[in-house]
């Protein structure tokens, strides 16, 4: 996808990605204390869903880094995965 962070990468790469990914969804208990998978919490933060895709509320007009509005999905979905820890 233009203005991507996968611009470039194969379909065999993207699928790595996309592997990696999910090892570290299932594995995440093995070597950490909580795991946001921020495509989960809001759809236009995914790998393939988010980037590259132009989510006008998520992302500046490069479709690659989050605006204000990217962040606070981001610090909501961490805060939320965090909550349960902190009682």
């Not at 090892?23 to 208990?29: F, I, P, R, S, T």
């Not at 007009?61 to 995965?81: C, E, L, M, Q, R």
Request: charged content about 10%.
């Amino acid at each position: 996808a233009v203005g991507s962070p996968l611009r470039g990468a194969s379909s065999a790469q993207i699928a790595v990605m996309q592997q990696f990914n999910a090892l570290l969804a299932e594995n995440w208990q093995g070597f950490a204390d909580g795991f946001v998978d921020l495509s989960q919490c809001n759809p236009g933060l995914g790998l393939t869903s988010g980037w590259g895709s132009g989510t006008p509320n998520l992302f500046f007009s490069d479709t690659i880094h989050f605006n204000d509005a990217g962040y606070s999905a981001i610090g909501a979905a961490v805060a939320k995965a965090l909550a349960p820890m902190l009682v």
